[in-house]
């Protein structure tokens, strides 16, 4: 049975970082790109962010270029999404999801989220 879990969210200030992580079994990690979603309060759900199989690619939404870095470790079945300087539009809840047709196209596992709130 296939499980992701993330860990990591909560309440941070403006300016400030959270670190998630998304562990996963059940699955060979590397055989998968993995993506991190956002779904705002009343907004529909976006990719954040995504990752290669073995890392070489990566693709970022633009609002959070030069602040999110995403990165993998297959060894350890995890996937980690760094944040710097969060404003509080970055307030969701964020969600790890993999799949293996590409950064843009259909995930086929998810975990259940880990909410961010970032006050102003």
């Known amino acids: 049975q296939v499980q992701l879990v993330e860990s990591g969210g909560g309440l941070v200030q403006a300016g400030g970082s959270l670190r998630l992580s998304c562990a996963a079994s059940?699955?060979?990690?590397?055989?998968?790109?993995m993506g991190w979603f956002r779904q705002a309060p009343g907004k529909e759900r976006e990719l954040g962010a995504a990752i290669s199989w073995f890392g070489g690619g990566k693709y970022y939404v633009d609002s959070v270029k030069g602040r999110f870095t995403i990165s993998r470790d297959n060894a350890k079945n995890t996937v980690y999404l760094e944040m710097n300087s969060l404003k509080p539009e970055d307030t969701a809840v964020y969600y790890c999801a993999a799949g293996n047709k590409g950064f843009l196209a259909q995930y086929d596992y998810w975990g259940q989220g880990t909410k961010v709130t970032v006050s102003s």
């Open positions: 059940g699955l060979t990690l590397n055989r998968y790109y």
